[in-house]
């Protein structure tokens, strides 16, 4: 059974860190491209960040970069989102998203609130 789940969320205040989880089981994670994304109510999901499948290339939308860091672990079937700088809208629900041809898994996601 494919799973994929995310971890590591909550309430920050703006310029704090958080680090964001996802563990992946049930598919051959070093096999796939992963990516984070985030959505708030009434807005599209967006692209946050993405690592290829042996993590030597990764890619970062221009509202985060320099802000956040994406990694992982292929030993431990592992993605993870380092933010820090963290803005109020950085505030959304944070979903990761594996992928490798025509196959697609996405997480549950994890809320992510940065306010004072």
């Known amino acids: 059974q494919v799973q994929l789940v995310e971890s590591g969320g909550g309430l920050v205040q703006p310029g704090g860190s958080l680090r964001l989880s996802c563990a992946a089981s049930g598919f051959s994670f070093s096999r796939f491209a992963m990516s984070w994304y985030r959505q708030t109510p009434g807005k599209e999901r967006e692209l946050v960040a993405t690592i290829t499948s042996a993590g030597g290339s990764t890619n970062y939308a221009d509202s985060v970069k320099g802000r956040f860091t994406i990694s992982r672990d292929n030993a431990k079937n592992t993605v993870y989102l380092q933010m820090n700088s963290l803005k109020p809208e950085d505030t959304a629900v944070y979903y990761c998203?594996?992928?490798?041809?025509?196959?697609?898994?996405w997480g549950q996601g994890t809320q992510v609130t940065v306010s004072s």
């Open positions: 998203k594996a992928i490798s041809g025509f196959r697609v898994y």
